[in-house]
């Protein structure tokens, strides 16, 4: 990623927390806290792990001028494909919620890019070959596994030709039984001394923090499980009219903490690219 395309991620998360509160509905939790997650190094979802950006570069330099964002939960992904980008690609982002298209407008607009973006459930989302690649990340496990297959064959419609479906998902079991308490008990926390640790300043008092946080956790903690291993996530992309090309395995830098217990859950993540 170009230098002038890095993000202030302390000041990003500070917006997002002030943003959200306005903006969102049901997803004021994730879009508050995502910023600070990736400060605290507490997902291993974050974007700028070198694969993804350089296979997004090798796929726009072969002349695929369009490009759609499937989902941003912030600056990250508009900053990677900004960054991969060739001049005069045209990218789009398309969210259900105004929060993350804010700040990806005020990011653009510091940063002098063009891009659209497109205020739509992916439910209701229509399109006909109108780009060269779609670029979702993490974004299957918040869809209803009834209509995974309805969206990822909607990004097939949008495609053209000789586009491509580029995708990023995470493997792993549910948190249950042990895991569960050791979850419950330590999670809030470590995303709490990780941000101390990195004198990163809580947007509101610790005690109201604590408690999005907690709620949060309980948010994430039913999506965790979504995909229990690879092939499932395979059969989708298959029956939604896809081939395959090529699979990846994406490592995550985590802190300490958080790497220790997705190896409890065997946490996998993998990018794809795949034609219709």
Same mark, same amino acid.
Request: aromatic share 8%.
């Given at each position: 990623?170009?230098?002038?395309?890095?993000?202030?991620?302390?000041?990003?998360?500070?917006?997002?927390?002030?943003?959200?509160?306005?903006?969102?509905?049901?997803?004021?939790?994730?879009?508050?806290?995502?910023?600070?997650?990736?400060?605290?190094?507490?997902?291993? /979802?974050?974007?700028?792990?070198?694969?993804?950006?350089?296979?997004?570069?090798?796929?726009?330099?072969?002349?695929?001028?369009?490009?759609?964002?499937?989902?941003?939960?912030?600056?990250?992904?508009?900053?990677?494909?900004?960054?991969?980008?060739?001049?005069?690609?045209?990218?789009?982002?398309?969210?259900?919620?105004?929060?993350?298209? &804010?700040?990806?407008?005020?990011?653009?607009?510091?940063?002098?890019?063009?891009?659209?973006?497109?205020?739509?459930?992916?439910?209701?989302?229509?399109?006909?070959?109108?780009?060269?690649?779609?670029?979702?990340?993490?974004?299957?496990?918040?869809?209803?596994?009834?209509?995974?297959?309805?969206?990822?064959?909607?990004?097939?419609?949008?495609?053209?030709?000789?586009?491509?479906?580029?995708?990023?998902?995470?493997?792993?079991?549910?948190?249950? /039984?042990?895991?569960?308490?050791?979850?419950?008990?330590?999670?809030?926390?470590?995303?709490?001394?990780?941000?101390?640790?990195?004198?990163?300043?809580?947007?509101?008092?610790?005690? &109201?923090?604590?408690?999005?946080? &907690?709620?949060?956790?309980?948010?994430?903690?039913?999506?965790?499980?979504?995909?229990?291993?690879?092939?499932?996530?395979?059969?989708?992309?298959?029956?939604?009219?896809?081939?395959?090309?090529?699979?990846?395995?994406?490592?995550?830098?985590?802190? &300490?903490?958080?790497?220790?217990?997705?190896?409890?859950?065997?946490?996998?993540?993998?990018?794809?690219?795949?034609?219709?």
């Amino acid at each position: 990623m170009a230098a002038s395309l890095d993000e202030n991620l302390i000041a990003l998360a500070f917006e997002a927390y002030q943003i959200s509160d306005r903006l969102c509905g049901d997803c004021r939790n994730f879009h508050s806290l995502w910023p600070y997650l990736r400060l605290a190094k507490a997902s291993g /979802g974050d974007v700028g792990e070198p694969l993804i950006g350089s296979t997004l570069k090798q796929l726009l330099l072969k002349g695929n001028r369009t490009i759609l964002v499937a989902g941003c939960a912030d600056t990250g992904l508009l900053a990677v494909v900004a960054g991969a980008a060739a001049p005069g690609t045209k990218i789009t982002l398309l969210d259900r919620c105004m929060t993350p298209l &804010e700040l990806c407008r005020r990011f653009a607009q510091r940063r002098s890019l063009s891009i659209e973006t497109i205020h739509c459930d992916l439910m209701n989302f229509s399109a006909h070959s109108c780009y060269d690649i779609v670029f979702a990340h993490a974004l299957l496990q918040f869809i209803q596994s009834e209509f995974r297959i309805d969206v990822l064959s909607q990004f097939r419609r949008s495609l053209r030709p000789n586009g491509r479906l580029v995708i990023a998902f995470r493997t792993s079991s549910h948190i249950e /039984g042990a895991l569960l308490h050791e979850y419950k008990d330590s999670y809030r926390k470590n995303i709490v001394e990780q941000l101390e640790f990195r004198n990163v300043e809580l947007p509101q008092p610790h005690k &109201e923090f604590y408690r999005r946080l &907690e709620e949060y956790s309980e948010e994430r903690r039913k999506r965790e499980g979504a995909h229990q291993g690879y092939e499932e996530v395979e059969g989708l992309i298959k029956t939604a009219g896809f081939e395959i090309e090529t699979t990846n395995p994406i490592e995550s830098e985590q802190s &300490e903490p958080f790497r220790r217990f997705a190896a409890k859950i065997q946490k996998r993540r993998f990018l794809v690219i795949a034609r219709p």
